[in-house]
């Protein structure tokens, strides 16, 4: 026989068995049900003692842990969803626990205290956005997703007209908007109008005026911030509607300026 022949026969054996054990009648052997007498009373009642058979501490909590698991997926908002997540952790920590399985139990034994640190997180972003609410446009909030970066004199951070893809807060140093000739000190917000603009272009140039270092953050983390957390949309678009109103303001003064500079007509 040769080499493909031997290999025929054994994939032909193979299906032969697969075939055999998916009938339905050996299923229904194996489950322990009479093929020749199916009702829904006798699945109901073989399903019910296999309840019975296999009801156990362990297998009650990862019972609990998958209805908790299932809950996140039908959750719409991230705050209820961590909540869900946590609860369900524990009890499959639990689970694992009980049943004396080590990688189970270090597995979700260590995403409870990731879920909740997620959670407080989120938390504590909720109650910035609804502080926005009362004038509160403090930036402290959004460090924890940004990351330092250094300028030393002369650098340019930006420039006018290019694709926008990242947002800036001052943290040390000074820095010109080259267009408008005004200084931006520590604590400002820089680039947040690229955001916005329907083909993300800068609207100024931005200079390093001294060494310096800002905090810079991702047009791609903004969207998802404020996709895990609407209230977010709000609060940038309050602080963004305040940096538009100061340079308004601004403008209109240098235009007022402008116009009592003018010499006056003979």
């Keep these: 026989m040769t080499p493909a022949a031997d290999l025929s026969t054994i994939l032909n054996r193979i299906l032969d068995t697969a075939a055999d054990n998916l009938r339905v009648a050996k299923i229904l052997i194996q489950l322990g049900l009479d093929p020749d007498n199916i009702t829904y009373d006798a699945i109901f009642n073989r399903l019910l003692e296999l309840f019975l058979a296999n009801i156990t501490l362990a297998n009650l909590f990862a019972l609990i842990g998958a209805i908790f698991f299932v809950a996140t997926l039908l959750t719409q908002t991230m705050v209820p ?33 990731i879920n909740a640190f ?15 609410t009362q004038g509160n446009t403090s930036m402290e909030w959004l460090k924890p997703f940004m ?3 250094k300028y030393r004199k002369g650098d340019v951070l930006f420039k006018r007209d290019e694709t926008a893809n990242e947002m800036f807060l001052t943290m040390t140093g000074k820095f010109l908007v ?13 680039g ?31 969207l998802e911030i404020y996709f895990q957390n609407p209230q977010f949309g709000y609060y940038f678009l309050v602080l963004t509607s ?19 500079a003018q010499p006056a007509p003979n």
């Design 81 to 113: 969803l961590r909540v869900a997540n946590m609860f369900g952790c524990a009890f499959f920590a639990g689970f694992g626990a009980l049943a004396g399985n080590i990688t189970t139990f270090l597995l979700y034994f260590l995403m409870v205290p």
């Design 242 to 260: 305040q940096r538009l109103l100061e340079n308004i303001a601004r403008l209109e003064g240098i235009i007022a300026q402008n116009k009592l």
């Design 147 to 149: 990351t330092e970066r």
């Design 178 to 190: 080259k267009e408008i000739n005004v200084e931006l000190p520590p604590g400002r917000l820089m």
């Design 192 to 222: 947040e109008l690229g955001f916005l603009s329907p083909d993300n272009k800068r609207t100024a140039t931005v200079t390093c005026l001294e060494d310096g270092h800002v905090l810079s953050i991702t047009y791609e983390k903004l």
């Design 118 to 132: 997620r959670l407080r997180q989120m938390l504590n972003l909720v109650k910035k956005a609804r502080s926005a």
